[in-house]
């Protein structure tokens, strides 16, 4: 696919929520890497994302709890507004078609957590990262980054909560960026937070592989609230893929114009 066929995704209105297919033109052994985006900004406002794919698996604070929003962006005009509650978190979760169990992968999010609290039935307040939903009886979470209630931002790589890696500690109100560069290959994973490697080759535990990419406000009380912007994955299956670098929305929008 060239960029010309990106652009005439646009003209179709797909926008940014089409997968990107950025194949090698030609030549065996090319990597072919996929780029799958969403910024939030072509919904209306106060809507579902489920318009764009997105599944809510868990409801959270309530399904109408869970849309796009206007109060807060890391970029634009709109994010996506999560509520978990004490016990039911908000999982929102969109399929990565060809994500596979060989594929080296990255994810890059924005997070704004409203506040710190505690009281719920797992400290995760808010967190990225792949998943597979038909894994384990509540999903499985793969190379994931959570928000946590003792203000400190983790690494999972036990979809345990408890055992996960602290990295930094976080403030409230303030958007963090999240990148992770993956393998399903070597089943390892480093985490910069705002552009600086805070935990690299950690191991990823959980068995299988991710589908898709999830999105979560988690528990507490009152309900964690966070907002997400600007998420973007890319992946493919070249063993040499250094390419499976995360484009940056710069890089990302210029293949719009
Ligand atoms: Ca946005």
Redesign the pocket.
Known sequence: MTFTRVRRMKASGFMLLGVLLLAASAGAGEAEVVTWPD???AYPAMSSPTSGGWVIRYGGAGTEQQYVDTSY???????LHLMGSSCWSANVYHELPGLCDSCEVSYEGRIRVESVVGGGCTPILARIGFENPSVGYWGSEYASVIFESDGWIHADTSASATAAPSLIPYETGRWYSVLVVASFRTRRFDVHIDGVLRAEGLPIRVDGSATGIEICAGHGNPGPVAWF??IVATYGTSKELTAVRPRTWGQLKALYR
């Open positions: 910024d939030f900004e962006a890391a970029a634009g005009e709109q994010s912007d600007e």
